[in-house]
């Protein structure tokens, strides 16, 4: 199968060329992918000279760059990465191997009992648990980590999904349409470093309103 890795950034020039050094096994990566949000510093630049595909989102958003970057991709997988320092690119290998193994939807998780995560906050960890609680109960499934970006995915899957999310409750709306079509998600555990520079451009209860929100809305979703 083919891989292809999405970089998603708002302004990661700081971070951007170490994250991308740090891939393991660049050689069997079909692509490397940025979709950029409208940064205003020098990671366009950078992203060219690493000789990687520039996405210029249409819309704005996280959540419209995840659905822009899977439009864009050519792979059988693809890998959501955030070149931001709180991603370790060495889980990648394992990811890709899991959906080889036949899983839709591979999850790096930073709550699980080999996991850490060095990055959230009290608050965020307990928003963090109740959309795990939230999803187990309906689902009865056993994630310790529902939301966390850092995932690979089966294209063809994601393509079944019809993303509306425009911010931080994109990847609630992946986990929630995933379990809804009954695929296949695993964990593999992860530690999440500190970001390397500048400040996390989710808002904390704004955006956790919004899972809350994404969540109920994604249970209802059918296929059509
Ligand atoms: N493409 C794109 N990336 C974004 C956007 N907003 C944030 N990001 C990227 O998403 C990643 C995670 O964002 P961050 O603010 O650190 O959120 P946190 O890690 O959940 O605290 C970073 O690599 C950001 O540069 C956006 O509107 N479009
Ligand atoms: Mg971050």
């Known amino acids: 199968m083919k891989t292809s890795v999405i970089f998603l950034t708002l302004n990661e020039e700081a971070s951007l060329e170490e994250m991308y050094n740090q891939m393991p096994n660049k050689q069997d990566i079909y692509e490397f992918l940025l979709v950029d949000g409208g940064s205003k510093d020098k990671t366009l630049e950078i992203a060219k000279r690493l000789g990687m ?71 965020r960890r307990i928003g963090n648990r109740s959309y795990a609680i939230l999803t187990n109960l309906v689902f009865g499934t056993r994630l310790k980590d529902a939301v966390n970006g850092f995932r690979a995915i089966r294209k063809d899957i994601m393509e079944r999904l019809n993303l509306e999310a425009k911010r ?57």
């Open 53 to 123: 595909k520039i996405v210029n989102q249409k819309e704005t958003g996280r959540g419209r760059g995840f659905y822009e970057g899977m439009k864009a991709a050519k792979g059988d997988i693809l890998i959501f990465f955030s070149p931001d320092g709180n991603e370790d690119p060495r889980e990648i290998p394992l990811m890709i191997k899991k959906i080889e193994e036949g899983y839709d939807m591979v999850i790096a998780s930073r709550f699980m009992k080999q996991s850490a995560s060095h990055d959230v906050t009290f608050i």
């Open 168 to 224: 931080f409750d994109i990847e609630m709306e992946m986990t929630t349409k995933v379990l809804k079509l009954k695929g296949k998600i695993i964990e593999v555990p992860t530690t999440e470093p500190k970001r390397i520079e500048g400040r996390s451009r989710l808002r904390t209860f704004y955006d956790g309103y919004l899972i809350y929100k994404r969540f109920l809305k994604s249970l209802k979703y059918k296929e059509i």
